[in-house]
Each structure stands twice: as structure tokens, then as C-alpha cells.
T-cell receptor
Framework: SQTIHQWPATLVQPVGSPLSLECTVE??????LYWYRQAAGRGLQLLFY??????ISSEVPQNLSASRPQDRQFILSSKKLLLSDSGFYLC???????????FGQGTRLTVV | GIQVEQSPPDLILQEGANSTLRCNFS?????LQWFHQNPWGQLINLFY?????KQNGRLSATTVATERYSLLYISSSQTTDSGVYFC??????????WGAGTKLIIKP
């Protein structure tokens, strides 16, 4: 069966520091991969999605970037964090046929 | 793009009560999912239901794609049902479009 791993679960980082969040999927090939951010008490905002290795689409201009170095690995990065980058980040995957999407446990990022 | 509206935004019920959550969407969609976000933030898949009716224990869902809405029914509510319920639809680009959620509080 397929599983998705996302880490770390929580992270406190100072303003100006770099960021790297990792997400890996097991048990499937060529998944669509997604990074979402959720502000407290609100819905999810799509940040990036990827349909294949090295293929990244960005939905909103921001201080973050994403990379997909391997088929089942998706990384969210920043060179210099801002206070406004704080939030709950969720990685997700779905099949390329657009069926059911599954989410990782999320990373709660606090920038101080 | 597709708009997704959920109602009600907040719902407070006593344990044992039944509830109906609604999701309206503005255009044809490839699929529709219901999620429960627990207090720890984990998004739990409830139903993948682009059309028709499904049941899983005390929960059931119905999607009427031609009329662009879906309903989530929770019967005999328990305190562990508390959390936020999200409806999300997938557009033609395989992107999930989310509603704002319904925050459900079940009081003992």
C-alpha cells in the first residue's frame, strides 16, 4: 500500500535562516506531488505541484521554492525565512489520473 | 476557476446528535473528496465521491454532480468527531480546490 512521509513534524526557525522540508511517497510510481500551506483556522493554499521529476509549477509568488530530485521525493525550501512563512505545511500525492489525494502528517513551522 | 463553498462554517452539537454538512461547487469536477482534520492537523480521508452515495460506519456522503453539490452526514456524533471537515474538488488540471471548511464541535 502507499504511504507518505513528511518531516519534521514541528520546526522553529529564526528569521533569515534556510528551510528544507522533505516529503517522500512509497508504494506508487510517478505520482502528482503537492505542497500546501494552511494558516491557522483557514483552508489550504496550494503552493507548488509537480507532475514529474524536475517539473515544478508554482501557484503563488513567494519566498519559497520546491524541487523534485527523485520520482517520489518532494522538497520545500527557502534561502531566508520570513515571519510570514510561519504556518502548517502539508505534502500530498495523487495518481496522475486525478483520483484520490492523500496527505502527510504536516509540518508546523514557526519563524521567530 | 472553480469555487467551493461549505456550509455551515461552524456547528456545535451535543454528543449523539446527527448533522449534515454541505459542499457546493461552481463547475464540473473530476473528483470530490471529504476530509476530517483532527486537532493535530492530520487530514484524514473520509470519502472519495465524485458522484453517488457511500457509507462508512456512522458517516455517509452523497454527491449530485449534475447539481454541483455534496453532502456529508454524521450520525450519532461522538466527541472524537470534532474537528474541521473539508470538501475538496479536483479540477481539470488535477489540482485540489478547497472549501473553507466546517468546524464541528461535539460537546459531551
Amino acid at each position: 500500500s502507499q504511504t507518505i512521509h513528511q518531516w519534521p513534524a514541528t520546526l522553529v526557525q529564526p528569521v533569515g535562516s534556510p528551510l528544507s522540508l522533505e516529503c517522500t511517497v512509497e508504494g506508487t510510481s510517478n505520482p502528482n506531488l503537492y505542497w500546501y500551506r494552511q494558516a491557522a483556522g483557514r483552508g489550504l493554499q496550494l503552493l507548488f505541484y509537480s507532475v514529474g521529476i524536475g517539473q515544478i509549477s508554482s501557484e503563488v509568488p513567494q519566498n519559497l521554492s520546491a524541487s523534485r530530485p527523485q520520482d517520489r521525493q518532494f522538497i520545500l525550501s527557502s534561502k531566508k525565512l520570513l515571519l510570514s512563512d510561519s504556518g502548517f505545511y502539508l505534502c500530498a500525492w495523487s495518481t496522475t489520473l486525478g483520483t484520490e489525494a492523500f496527505f502527510g502528517q504536516g509540518t508546523r513551522l514557526t519563524v521567530v | 476557476g472553480i469555487q467551493v463553498e461549505q456550509s455551515p462554517p461552524d456547528l456545535i452539537l451535543q454528543e449523539g446528535a446527527n448533522s449534515t454538512l454541505r459542499c457546493n461547487f461552481s463547475d464540473s469536477v473530476n473528483n470530490l473528496q471529504w476530509f476530517h482534520q483532527n486537532p493535530w492537523g492530520q487530514l484524514i480521508n473520509l470519502f472519495y465521491i465524485p458522484s453517488g452515495t457511500k457509507q462508512n460506519g456512522r458517516l455517509s456522503a452523497t454527491t449530485v454532480a449534475t447539481e454541483r453539490y455534496s453532502l456529508l452526514y454524521i450520525s450519532s456524533s461522538q466527541t472524537t468527531d470534532s474537528g474541521v471537515y473539508f470538501c475538496a474538488v479536483m479540477d481539470s488540471n488535477y489540482q485540489l480546490i478547497w472549501g473553507a471548511g466546517t468546524k464541528l464541535i461535539i460537546k459531551p
